[in-house]
């Protein structure tokens, strides 16, 4: 399952057979996803990060979006709301490829996200040990 970070594409491959292709969003500058030759080693249709999210009040408002726990304060009077990640296939530590909004350009904390119809295909299609090969170009 190849992915070319400058071009932001993904392409599935069964054997040697293209079965999907998509456009993705990887990671921003100072998040990079690592090129590299990697497999699946975690596949979770409902994962929830437990990185990155939002910190929500007892009234469910969004205090403070898009927070990094490691480095984000968390306000007084909130919980953490972790950012789901619906069809997570991991691949190498923290990483993984999952549905997400794909806004055509590198936008993610290192993830490589996918158009949720994609996502669904990829991960009904990848089994654990599946190859993930992250490429530059």
């Known amino acids: 399952m190849p992915d070319f970070l400058a071009e932001q594409r993904a392409y599935f491959y069964k054997g040697h057979k293209l079965i999907g292709e998509s456009t993705v969003s990887t990671g921003k500058r100072g998040f990079d996803t690592p090129p590299g030759r990697y497999h699946v080693i975690e596949k979770d249709k ?65 993830c490589i996200r996918l158009p949720a119809r994609m996502a669904r295909h990829f991960f009904e299609n990848a089994t654990d040990n599946t190859s993930v090969i992250v490429k530059e170009d």
């Open 46 to 110: 409902y994962h929830v990060s437990s990185e990155f999210g939002d910190y929500v009040n007892g009234r469910g408002e969004v205090m403070k979006s898009n927070i990094d726990v490691r480095k984000d304060a968390q306000p007084a009077g909130t919980h953490f709301d972790g950012a789901h990640m619906p069809y997570f296939m991991r691949f190498n530590g923290g990483y993984g490829m999952h549905a997400g909004y794909v806004p055509r350009f590198r936008a993610s904390h290192g």
